[in-house]
């Protein structure tokens, strides 16, 4: 009996015709820290840093969310200066809902960085209980982590700065954040987000300084990566000044910040992998200029980008899709990582329901692209502009369409790798090139 053939009515455009693409490098800042040890001891051996810590004083280090390079080594070289000193060092998860918001998937999430209790060498506590420190001027309640307030003497943040994903102001992600949000936990979260997004740059300031005046948090370290997400700085920065410092931080950040080539159109970007440890949206706005709660303001923003793709989540994310709502396409392997209760949790959290939105949801990579690009506007499926990246922490190597070439070229900081060659595809209709 002969088979019978099944159609779709997606089927009418598996024949948009498709441009050749080619290897790309950006060059992007790559200065980097050789020894995490030694820029740690270095820090340490600062009179008004090492002097903090008394002989005997319990210590409590934080843990954030994010796949910072190197975090691991970044805290165990503390803890080894902390315990140099005669203070009992700990560690605790610091990251507002992340980890579904309970203290096994928060104690989960940093044990897929190395940071567990035998690499440390010290005690690991996770708890999502707070204490309310306070109410400051126009009502605003002031959480911290219960275990940092009531069983340590000294608290350090550990934090990396770097521009926000949603939202602008004169500090953004770092030890001020770490300080008003990481450390007031899921309560602390939910009140900010409560307050919306844009209201941060003004909030996260007022709530971190009146927590460092009610708890002893003498300095944090401030870890800041390169072009190719690499340690770039390690800077214990006291508390006296700390938001100064900061801000001068963050625009060396935006500096070595690696995003894609400044060119004026793409018409499809796809990404190969999003998830938590890449950015707190999945795939950093900053570098591909779209948010996920529509908050920044791109429109002057370069490349414009007509259509996005997503392919899958990252092992690390634990299935956590936050900002897959980004996209315009995904693979359906991507939507069927998802776990609903981290990315549940995350986007009512951050008030932003739309970052779990499902996209368009194919297939293969072969229908996926084409249906970006018949879904774009004024472009012909043969000169289409398409920039593959494996994710946004990953832009050193680019795939490009031809018609690209001269643009890439002309920005002075891309060079071509590779000839150009025909954008194939598996039997499956997967990609059988590598980003």
Not at 32 to 52: L, Q, T
Not at 283 to 306: C, H, M, T, Y
Request: aromatic share 6%; proline share 6%.
């Amino acid at each position: 009996m002969a088979s019978v053939q099944t159609s779709s009515p997606l089927d009418v455009f598996s024949q948009t015709a498709l441009p050749r693409w080619a290897r790309f490098r950006q060059h992007l800042n790559d200065e980097e820290v050789d020894s995490i040890h030694e820029a740690i001891a270095r820090e340490f051996a600062k009179p008004d840093i090492g002097s903090a810590i008394e002989p005997g004083s319990r210590v409590v280090l934080t843990a954030g969310s994010r796949g910072i390079d190197r975090i691991a080594e970044v805290l165990k070289a503390a803890v080894e200066q902390v315990r140099a000193r005669g203070g009992e060092p700990f560690v605790i998860p610091a990251m507002g809902s992340h980890g579904g918001a309970t203290p096994e998937g928060q104690r989960a999430l940093i044990e897929h960085y190395g940071v567990t209790e035998q690499y440390l060498g010290c005690p690991i506590r996770a708890s999502m209980e707070t204490v309310l420190l306070g109410t400051i001027d126009g009502g605003v309640p002031v959480y911290f982590d219960r275990i940092a307030h009531e069983e340590a003497d000294v608290v350090i943040p550990i934090g990396r700065v770097k521009p926000h994903t949603d939202f602008r102001g004169p500090v953004e992600s770092g030890l001020a954040k770490m300080i008003a949000i990481g450390l007031g936990k899921q309560h602390g979260a939910s009140w900010f987000h409560s307050q919306g997004i844009g209201t941060f740059g003004e909030l996260v300031p007022r709530v971190a300084a009146y927590t460092l005046s009610q708890v002893s948090i003498p300095f944090g370290i401030a870890l800041v990566e390169n072009g190719l997400s690499k340690l770039s700085i390690v800077e214990a920065v006291p508390a006296a000044g700390m938001f100064k410092r900061e801000a001068e931080l963050l625009e060396i950040a935006k500096a070595k910040l690696a995003r894609l080539p400044r060119i004026e159109q793409v018409d499809v970007l796809i990404v190969d992998k999003i998830g938590k440890d890449i950015s707190g949206d999945g795939a950093d706005p900053n570098a591909i200029n779209r948010d996920v709660a529509g908050e920044i303001d791109f429109s002057e923003a370069l490349p414009k980008i007509q259509r996005y793709i997503v392919r899958e989540l990252t092992s690390d994310t634990d299935g956590n899709a936050t900002g897959i709502g980004m996209f315009d396409l995904a693979l359906r392997r991507a939507v069927d990582e998802m776990d609903p209760i981290p990315t549940y949790m995350n986007m009512i959290t951050a008030k932003s329901p739309s970052g779990a939105r499902i996209p368009i949801t194919v297939d293969t990579d072969r229908q996926a692209l084409q249906l970006a690009i018949a879904s774009a506007l004024r472009v012909e499926g043969g000169m289409a502009g398409i920039i593959r990246i494996e994710s946004t922490k990953s832009l050193e190597h680019i795939l490009a369409s031809e018609p690209l070439v001269e643009a890439l070229l002309a920005t002075g900081t891309v060079e071509q790798v590779s000839d150009f060659e025909p954008i194939a595809f598996d039997p499956d209709g997967m990609f059988a090139t590598a980003p």
